[in-house]
């Protein structure tokens, strides 16, 4: 079966500290992944694609076959970074199947 | 393109009442998504059409909500009759099926039956 995990519901960090929201996923063959993530009350967008290899806003992820992982880091955090960010995982379907998602704050 | 496009944003309405969700997808994309947020269970996906086919609807809660597409540039979500525990955010989102091409999400609806 597809699966995504995000094992941390809550992250909270210190502005300028660095962050990792974990990923892991399950999945035969060759995995689409993304990172999208929700500010308040507005809609869900993409931040990264795994293909891309791009850092957007200072964030990166690195896809790690081995241990079936998708970690989204950062640096030095930044208070608007507040925000739900979600991995998911583009299935054989062709649905997309979603994390239950972190929630970071970055504290001032 | 003006993205995928939801309507209403905001609907309210009384126990019993049919709610009518509307979604426009982007212009080309092969595949609509239905998905559900709530502080509890996250974001499930409800029903998905590829070519305006339903594909998965296992994610339909039960009965009272129906899905469907009738071309490719419209869908609704309906809900009769509705409940309260059917309070959530509605979000509508397309994509094609090109490889790594991400889902692009509407705004959302929220809905309150009171």
């Known amino acids: 079966a597809q699966r995504v995990t995000q094992p941390e519901k809550l992250l909270s960090v210190f502005k300028g500290a660095p962050v990792e929201l974990k990923c892991n996923y399950s999945?035969?063959?060759?995995?689409?992944l993304f990172w999208y993530v929700q500010y308040s009350r507005q809609r869900l967008q993409l931040l990264l694609r795994?293909?891309s290899r791009e850092s957007i806003k200072g964030f990166t992820a690195d896809l790690n076959k081995g241990e079936t992982s998708f970690h989204l880091k950062k640096p030095f955090a930044q208070e608007e970074d507040s925000a739900m960010y979600y991995c998911a995982l583009r299935s054989y379907g062709q649905n997309f199947v979603f994390g239950p998602g972190t929630r970071l704050s970055v504290l001032p | 393109d003006a993205g995928v496009i939801q309507s209403p944003r905001h609907e309210v309405t009384e126990m019993g009442q049919e709610v009518t969700l509307r979604c426009k997808p982007i212009?080309?994309?092969?595949?609509l998504f239905w998905y559900r947020q709530t502080m509890m269970r996250g974001l499930e996906l409800l029903i998905y059409f590829n070519n305006n086919v339903p594909i998965d609807d296992s994610g339909m809660p039960e009965d009272r909500f129906s899905a469907k597409m009738p071309n490719a540039s419209f869908s609704t979500l309906k809900i009769q009759p509705s409940e309260p525990r059917d309070s959530a955010v509605y979000f509508c989102?397309?994509?094609?099926?090109?490889?790594?091409?991400?889902?692009?999400f509407g705004q959302g609806t929220r809905l309150t039956v009171v």
């Open positions: 999945y035969s063959g060759s995995p689409e």
């Open positions: 795994h293909i």
């Open positions: 212009s080309g994309h092969d595949y």
């Open positions: 989102a397309s994509s094609s099926r090109d490889r790594n091409t991400e889902a692009f």
